[in-house]
C-alpha cells in the first residue's frame, strides 16, 4: 500500500541554518504531494503542495519539488527562523483521492 | 472565524465512559476526517466519510464510531473509552480536486 518515509527528528538548527528535511514515498501512479506544518497547540496547516511530477511548491520561504525517479519530496528553507520550530509532516494522496497519508512527522526547534 | 471548529478541545474522562467529540465546518466541504495523533507514530486515520449517506473505516477504527448528521457536522464516539484511546483527535475536511486537507484545531483527550 501506499506509505510516506520521513526523517527521525527530533531536528535542532541554529537561526539563520539551511533545512531540510528528507520524504520519500511509495505509491502507484501520480499521488499529490503535501507538506502540512503543526506549530505547538495547533491543529495542521497546508505549508506546501505538489500535484505533479517536477512541480516545484513553495511557500514562506519553503520549498519542496516532486521528484518521481526518486519518488521524493524533500523539504528545503535557505534560512530558517525562531518560528519555524513546529513539527512538520510529509502527506501524499492517492491517484483515487481517497484517503491521505501522513509520516510520522519530523520536529524542528530552532534556536537563536 | 475558524472554519473548522472541534468541541471539546481538552476532555478528561475515566475507563468505561461514553465519550462523544464533534466537529463542525463551514467550508461547505464533502469530505470529513477523523484522524487520532500519537506522538512518534503521525496521524492515522479512524474513520472517513464523503457524504451524508457515506461512512467507511480508516486502519484504526476498533473501538470508534461515528455519525455525519448533516454536511457540516461529524462526531466520533467512543462507546467504552479505555486508557490507550489517550490521544490528540483532529478533524479535517477536504475537497474533490486533490484532496487538500484543513484542520480543526483538536481535541486532546485523556482517559484515566
Known amino acids: 500500500g501506499d506509505s510516506v518515509t520521513q526523517m527521525e527528528g527530533p531536528v535542532t538548527l541554529s537561526e539563520e541554518a539551511f533545512l531540510t528535511i528528507n520524504c520519500t514515498y511509495t505509491a502507484t501512479g501520480y499521488p499529490s504531494l503535501f507538506w502540512y506544518v503543526q506549530y505547538p497547540g495547533e491543529g495542521l496547516q497546508l505549508l506546501l503542495k505538489?500535484?505533479?511530477?517536477?512541480d516545484k511548491g513553495s511557500n514562506k520561504g519553503f520549498e519542496a519539488t516532486y521528484r518521481k525517479e526518486t519518488t521524493s519530496f524533500h523539504l528545503e528553507k535557505g534560512s530558517v527562523q525562531v518560528s519555524d520550530s513546529a513539527v512538520y509532516f510529509c502527506a501524499l494522496s492517492g491517484t483515487s483521492y481517497d484517503k491521505v497519508i501522513f509520516g510520522p512527522g519530523t520536529s524542528l526547534s530552532v534556536i537563536p | 472565524d475558524a472554519d473548522v471548529t472541534q468541541t471539546p478541545r481538552n476532555r478528561i474522562t475515566k475507563t468505561g465512559k461514553r465519550i462523544m467529540l464533534e466537529c463542525s465546518q463551514t467550508k461547505g466541504h464533502d469530505r470529513m476526517y477523523w484522524y487520532r495523533q500519537d506522538p512518534g507514530l503521525g496521524l492515522r486515520l479512524i474513520y472517513y466519510?464523503?457524504?451524508?449517506?457515506?461512512?467507511n473505516k480508516g486502519e484504526i477504527s476498533d473501538g470508534y464510531s461515528v455519525s455525519r448528521q448533516a454536511q457540516a457536522k461529524f462526531s466520533l464516539s467512543l462507546e467504552s473509552a479505555i486508557p490507550n484511546q489517550t490521544a490528540l483527535y483532529f478533524c479535517?475536511?477536504?475537497?474533490?480536486?486533490?484532496?487538500?486537507?484543513?484542520f480543526g484545531p483538536g481535541t486532546r483527550l485523556t482517559v484515566l
Open positions: 466519510s464523503f457524504d451524508v449517506k457515506d461512512i
Open positions: 479535517a475536511t477536504s475537497g474533490w480536486q486533490d484532496n487538500e486537507q484543513f
Open positions: 505538489a500535484t505533479k511530477a517536477d
